[in-house]
């Protein structure tokens, strides 16, 4: 193990001492490669900050109904039958929502009670909303539109409406997002890994003299090939690491915009920056980007000096 150990560190010896060497040109190819880097990491922090907000919203269909405005009490109590048969094989709970309950509910969280006082005779109908359970927001999306249209049909019903619609929206809208962040991922780590591919050859180029010495002397392969390796992961994590900096400085003033439009819907929601076990799997990422560009340069060049 310790000869293992000791060849291991005189390979990353050998990379921080190529770094000294050319600095300007590692830090140019460090500043590339999180350039390709910074994009994904902001989506993925963007995506990491939306998905609670988005797992605590509800994907069950809610369908509103409301009865017409000159309906009486029965009359919009003898739907309810009606409704329990449209629904019949579904699981869904029906609540009846009285004319003055809606009042007193629209009082309470709009503060505007003086003025709807002023009105004199309260306005809003009965209503009934309905919650259906065990519904795919794309499967069953015919059925649940032809439960509305029976509704819609029913005497003294004067609007249908589903009202988690923008819900499922918003999730197939998200579900794009992901998919769209992973292909952009895929891409950006190609373009890092070519970068990186390109600077070991350039010094797999620059250093095949000593190369050629070192295999005279009898060096095998692989104590050759470590520090190109470590050259690559060193580039990768760099690179990751000025990324993330990026990403984290980025939010400072991403946050103060989305206060002022947050405020507008008395929401205090602000972007976070990532855990650090999300940052240590992203530098682990970057890392081994480096080194698979490394590791493909090598072995590609090398073999050609052999």
Same mark, same amino acid.
């Given at each position: ?12 010896? #050998? @990379? ?19 350039? #390709? ?64 309950? #809606? ?129 690559? @992961? ?73």
């Amino acid at each position: 193990m310790s000869p293992w150990i000791r060849q291991h560190r005189f390979a990353l010896g #050998a @990379a921080l001492a190529h770094v000294r060497k050319a600095p300007g040109s590692f830090l140019f190819n460090v500043l590339v490669v999180a350039v #390709a880097l910074a994009l994904p990491f902001a989506g993925i922090t963007l995506l990491d900050n939306v998905r609670p907000m988005s797992e605590q919203l509800s994907v069950d269909p809610e369908i509103s109904l409301f009865v017409k405005p000159g309906a009486s009490r029965e009359d919009a109590q003898a739907i309810e039958p009606q409704l329990r048969q449209i629904l019949q094989g579904s699981h869904a709970r029906i609540a009846f929502v009285p004319r003055e309950r #809606a009042l007193e509910d629209l009082k309470e969280r709009s503060g505007l009670s003086a003025a709807l006082d002023t009105l004199g005779d309260n306005p809003l109908p009965d209503s009934y909303v309905m919650k259906l359970e065990g519904f795919s927001s794309t499967a069953d999306a015919a059925r649940i539109d032809s439960i509305v249209e029976q509704m819609g049909a029913l005497p003294s019903v004067d609007t249908v409406q589903v009202d988690s619609a923008w819900v499922k929206r918003l999730a197939a809208l998200l579900g794009i997002l992901r998919l769209a962040l992973l292909l952009l991922a895929i891409t950006l780590g190609v373009v890092v890994i070519a970068v990186v591919f390109n600077t070991i050859r350039l010094q797999v180029l620059t250093q095949r003299e000593e190369i050629a010495v070192s295999k005279l002397l009898g060096a095998t392969d692989n104590f050759i090939h470590r520090p190109f390796y470590y050259t690559g @992961a060193l580039l990768g994590i760099c690179a990751g690491a000025v990324a993330l900096g990026a990403v984290l400085l980025a939010l400072r003033p991403l946050n103060a915009a989305i206060a002022e439009f947050a405020r507008l819907y008395a929401s205090e929601f602000q972007l976070a920056p990532l855990g650090g076990l999300e940052i240590a799997g992203l530098l682990a990422i970057s890392a081994g980007l480096g080194l698979i560009g490394a590791l493909l340069s090598v072995q590609r060049h090398l073999a050609r000096l052999n």
